[in-house]
């Protein structure tokens, strides 16, 4: 399991990209933050895996609401982020990987946070299935890693296109384990972190002062 938020920064864990495995794999456990493995159970058939339950999130302190879910698909090199909603329409996210491996990159934007500004990367694996949850003021931003990546995403409010934004993903200090090799336009063009003036509080409430 990761470290306790507000441990220091761990080392990072050398894992083998060709093995299935999911976890925390380098920066600073984010307070919030909650990584849990998922059950897989296999038969004949094939496979089942529960993906959300409301009373574990809740017991995780973790904000259980969904409001909307998405699935996209990445091919290996591909990165998307880093995104996050500006308030009112700010939300918390939970994330899984149901085909392939990503490489999970989340960025705390909360002024005032324990952990403000900490990176955190995590490797999500199918093989291995894991489920991340992202509380609201944070960004979030993955690259694929195997051929293939599917993601489902779990959001806390509607998607608002006003205020839909992100900060760059190459601002941040992150050392992607593949050369960028497609970054859509919108993505390209997003602000960088330094210099950010975030809108967060410190439990990802809006900052007073902030619409």
């Known amino acids: 399991m990761p470290p306790e938020a507000g441990a220091g920064t761990p080392p990072a864990l050398i894992v083998d990209p060709t093995e299935p ?43 259980p609401r969904i409001a909307e879910a998405y699935l996209s698909q990445s091919t290996r090199g591909v990165v998307r982020g880093l995104h996050f909603q500006v308030p009112p329409h700010h939300h918390a996210k939970t994330v899984t990987v149901v085909e392939g491996a990503v490489f999970d990159v989340i960025v705390d934007l909360r002024a005032g946070s324990p952990t403000e500004g900490a990176v955190a990367c995590y490797r999500l694996d199918a093989e291995r299935p894991a489920r991340l949850h992202l509380p609201a003021g944070t960004a979030h931003g993955f690259q694929a890693v195997s051929d293939h990546a599917t993601m489902l995403y779990l959001v806390s409010t509607e998607h608002a296109p006003d205020h839909d934004t992100g900060v760059r993903f190459d601002s941040a200090g992150i050392s992607w384990p593949i050369e960028p090799v497609v970054v859509s336009e919108r993505d390209a063009g997003l602000p960088p972190l330094g210099g950010f003036e975030s809108p967060f509080g410190p439990a990802g409430e809006p900052r007073s002062g902030t619409r």
């Open 21 to 63: 495995w999911s976890g925390l794999v380098s920066g600073r456990a984010i307070a919030g933050v909650v990584w849990a493995p998922l059950v897989r159970r296999e038969d004949a058939r094939g496979w089942f895996t529960k993906v959300f339950q409301h009373s574990v999130l809740s017991e995780d302190g973790a904000d």
